[in-house]
Each structure stands twice: as C-alpha cells, then as structure tokens.
C-alpha cells in the first residue's frame, strides 16, 4: 500500500524546512492532537480556541512522523521529534491541499446549499465507495481549514472524492471551489439561512453560486429547478461555461421526480435521471431527502458511476449523527421514538424535520412531539420566523410542542393552547419536563440550531430511557 504522501512531498508542496531525522512515509494528515498517530503529518493550526503548537509534545510522544510548525513558534518548541518549519501552518495546509489535488485523476464533486449538504455528501459517499475508492470529507469539514484538510487527505489512487463546502458570509466559498476545482457541483437549495450577514435570499443565493469560481468550461452544476432562485444560479453558471443539470419536480427536468410513496421510515421513488427511468428505495423518509437523492444519483451518473448500482446503495442510506437518526426509548413497560435532528436548524430544515415527524408511526395512545431550540443567525427576521413555524407544526399534524430559548418563545406564543407541551429558557431546563411527559406510543422530534445546545439534550433522553437501535435507520 501506497503511503499517502512522502515527508519531502510535504515539504516540496509547502515549502518548508525540515528539522530533526526524518521519516519518509506519511499514512495520514491531522490537524487534531487527540486523534493523531504514528504515521501522521500534524499540522499545528490555530483555531479559534486552542493552538495546535501547545500539544507538539503530546504529539511526539504519539510518535507522529512529522509535525507541522510556524517558523514564529519554533523557537520555543520541543525538538524530540521531526518538524517541518513553515511561514504559516494553515497556508502551508492549503498548499498541501492544491498539492493533492494537482496529482489527483479523481472525479471531483462538491456541494453547498442552505440545507442538506452533510447529507447529500453522505450519500454521495455510500453510493459511490461501492463503486471505487472514494474520499470525502468527514463529518461537516466544510470552511476554511476543513476543506483544504480534506484535499490534503485525497489519495492519488481516489476514483472519486466529494467535498462539502459550507458559508456564513459572501467570499467565503470562492477560494474554496478555486481550490477543490470541482468536475460536478451541487446546490441542493438555497434558503433564508444566515440571514444576519445577508440583506436578502438573493445575496445567499449568489453566495451559493460561488460553488462554480473554480470550474472549468464545460463542467456541470446541478441545481434545484423547484427553488425559486433556480434561474439566478443558472445565469451565473452559464457565465462560467458551465453545462446545467436541473433537477426537481418537473417531469421535464433532467433529473426529475416522477413519483414518490413517502412512508414512516423509508421512501420509494419513481425517477428520471438524465433520460434513465427507475425505481428506487431510499432508506431514510422525508420528501427532502428524496428531492436530494435525484441531485445524487445525477451526480454519481455524471462521474461515471453505474445509475443501477448507485440508486440500488440508496436502499441502505443511513442519517448522519443529529440529522434524522431514530432511537427506541425505553419509557415504563413500554416503548417510544426518538429522531435526533439536534445538528443545526433553520427555517426549511425545521419544516422537513416538522413533516418527517408528522408521517412517524406513534404506538397506541401516543403523540408526536416537537422538541425545537432556537434557530439562530437569522438577523432582524428571526422572531418572525420563529413565529411562522406554527404553521407547520399544525400542517404536520404534531400534538405537542417544547420549546426552548427566547427565539422559540416566539413559535410558543403563536401555539394555540392545546399543542403547548412546554417552555424553557435553555434546553436543559426544558429536561426534567420531556422526561416527566414522556409516555410508551410517543414519537419525539429534537432539533434547533448548535448553539440553542439541543444536541445535549437528545443525548440525554437516549442515555436515560436506553439505546437500544430502532430499525434499520438508526
């Protein structure tokens, strides 16, 4: 097996100098001391919180093969193991970055969009890693550090490799599409997201569109034709060059629905995918996720993937931690649901979470529960916006609502009586009263943006009333 990179690529790609006796193999590139081991590159970046340059002797003693440092912090740093000495260490990351992706014959695809990048990267990955070996990024690496680290771990050998590619602010994606320089791009949708460094959904739309700066002529974008910015989008991709795929609910669409039997738990779709008709099971519910999986399957045709094969892996499709997964609660003699939707909220993706619950089975005598934090970054709207997901919850047929924080006490007010479970200030006030309402035959929904900390809060349900895997989606 082929190292990942040698230490004098490393060195060659970055420019930096080598200090201490060298060993050539590099199995892996870490950016976290935690994790990292023998065999790794460690490039000791600062973050917002914590400085890569104080844990080099931890990372030592793990027997790294090489850490990364800045020529400013040498001076004071141990010398029991090999250094590379560069100017800066998250320039010299993007450097390794464009470095891997130079030597790589990989079809490149990336994806961005208000809602549904994790997931569509995920699925990308399960249908794809059947077909060739396939990298992408991990978990939601998606900004500044996360994309070229991911670049930095593309193997020469990668048949595929998928990026996500995430933003708060215009300009933020430019420099990263320049980088991945993508074959194929996605933009699932664009929603009012981030609506505190946006004058309007236009702007966020035009962010979005960014995706296509490091394109060359003649590559695809795939867009949401559903969404009503779908001809701004197109507009900016045909100035680059670019072919378009539209995919949507149009039976004229190239990648087009033409007909879906949403069910508790899974979905089977009936679909057109640039002039291939099929049918297929998607292992996750949710019209949302059908929607995405036409961009997926378009994608993995597009990259030269097998169409059958690819939407055959769709039956075995599994949530990312927070974005669907289903527990069983144990709660007396009897039994609950639990969907953890915990990572991250906004207004679209509260009213596909809001649906998938509303279709979740519920045992005798049970309600479905909305468990919702505040949405966050959604600028001078965000109270309205809380306060218009009441419609929603009353068209998904939810039962009761606990809400926690000050946004959330906006939907709480706008509830008519009978669906107000509860309201908290934090979540884990709002704790003690899930757990004293729960009952067997209940189905439990929890989501709200990272920093309303509703993530904890699910976690705390399944830790409580057990975890055992409720079905195959789990």
Request: aromatic residues 4%.
């Amino acid at each position: 097996m082929h190292p990942l990179w040698t230490t004098t690529e490393i060195a060659a790609a970055t420019g930096g100098d080598l200090v201490g006796r060298r060993r050539e193999e590099i199995t892996a590139v870490s950016i976290d001391s935690r994790t990292c081991g023998e065999g790794d590159a460690f490039f000791a970046i600062k973050g917002d919180r914590h400085d890569g340059h104080d844990f080099i002797a931890d990372v030592q003693r793990r027997n790294v093969a090489l850490a990364v440092v800045s020529r400013e912090k040498f001076p004071s740093l141990p010398k029991n193991g090999p250094l590379l000495v560069v100017p800066d260490v998250l320039d010299a990351l993007i450097r390794l970055g464009r470095s891997a992706r130079l030597r790589s014959r990989a079809k490149i695809i990336a994806v961005t969009g208000s809602v549904g990048k994790t997931g569509t990267k995920e699925a990308l990955l399960h249908v794809l890693a059947k077909q060739g070996e396939t990298h992408a990024s991990v978990a939601s690496f998606n900004n500044h550090w996360g994309v070229p680290l991911t670049l930095a771990r593309l193997s020469k050998s990668a048949r595929f490799g998928i990026f996500e590619i995430g933003m708060n602010h215009a300009g933020e994606i430019t420099p990263l599409s320049r980088l991945v320089q993508p074959h194929i791009s996605i933009i699932t949708t664009v929603e009012p997201v981030h609506l505190e460094y946006f004058k309007s959904v236009e702007g966020i739309a035009d962010a979005k569109a960014e995706i296509f700066a490091g394109m060359e002529k003649d590559s695809v974008a795939i867009l949401p034709g559903d969404n009503p910015h779908f001809e701004r989008m197109a507009k900016a991709a045909q100035k680059r060059g670019l072919k378009i795929v539209r995919f949507g609910s149009e039976q004229t669409d190239d990648a087009a629905l033409l007909g879906a039997a949403l069910k508790p738990d899974v979905s089977t779709v009936h679909a057109s995918i640039l002039g291939e008709e099929l049918t297929y099971k998607l292992g996750m519910p949710g019209k949302h996720i059908v929607m995405n999986s036409l961009a997926v399957l378009a994608a993995a045709k597009l990259a030269g993937a097998d169409l059958a094969l690819a939407a055959l892996a769709l039956n075995e499709l599994v949530p990312p931690p927070g974005r669907g997964r289903r527990f069983t609660l144990t709660i007396g003699n009897g039994l609950a649901l639990l969907i953890d939707e915990s990572y991250n909220a906004n207004p679209a993706s509260m009213r596909a979470a809001l649906e998938v619950l509303g279709a979740a089975s519920v045992g005798g005598g049970g309600r479905r529960i909305a468990v919702l934090g505040d949405m966050r970054e959604l600028g001078e709207d965000a109270a309205g916006l809380h306060r218009e997901l009441a419609e929603a919850v009353s068209r998904s047929g939810v039962d009761l609502v606990y809400c926690a924080g000050p946004l959330m006490q906006e939907l709480w007010n706008a509830l008519p009586s009978p669906q107000r479970g509860g309201y908290a200030e934090t979540a884990e006030a709002l704790g003690s009263q899930l757990v004293s309402a729960l009952q067997p035959g209940d189905a439990v929904m929890v989501k709200g943006s990272n920093a309303s900390r509703m993530g904890p809060l699910a976690k705390s349900l399944i830790e409580r009333f057990r975890e055992p895997a409720a079905g195959p989606t789990a």
